[in-house]
Nanobody
Framework: VQLQASGGGLVQPGGSLTLSCSFSGRTFSSYAIGWFRQAPGKERDFVAAINWSGGSTYYADSVQGRFTISRDDSKNTVYLQMKSLKPEDTAIYYC??????????????????????WGQGTQVTVSS
């Protein structure tokens, strides 16, 4: 499995950005996809996840209501729409794939160890 995150950049506070995660190598519809982020000197934290069918989505409290995760199985791509961006959203954003049909509690998707494959990351900087 290969994951390619893209769409990062520099944006002003209050602005918007959409990240893409392109998936290849296996059957995309068999995988849940998660987004994580890591700021300098900090641990990698959960941002959002979507289950294999797209029927369940999960968000960190810090982004709930501002970020939206979605998937397009015809394009083997997951999107992360980010609105009302804040300076504290500045980080490298990574997408990851979990070969699971689980659709239960959000706690599962927040655990880094549940994801078998990781992309290389894309930088998001929120600054005026």
């Amino acid at each position: 499995v290969q994951l390619q995150a893209s769409g990062g950049g520099l944006v002003q506070p209050g602005g918007s950005l959409t990240l893409s995660c392109s998936f290849s190598g296996r059957t995309f519809s068999s995988y849940a996809i998660g987004w994580f982020r890591q700021a300098p000197g900090k641990e990698r934290d959960f941002v959002a996840a979507i289950n294999w069918s797209g029927g369940s989505t999960y968000y960190a409290d810090s982004v709930q209501g501002r970020f939206t995760i979605s998937r397009d199985d015809s394009k083997n791509t997951v999107y992360l729409q980010m609105k009302s961006l804040k300076p504290e959203d500045t980080a490298i954003y990574y997408c990851a794939a979990d070969p699971s049909y689980y659709s239960g509690s959000s706690g599962y998707f927040k655990r880094l160890e549940e994801y078998d494959y990781w992309g290389q990351g894309t930088q998001v900087t929120v600054s005026s």
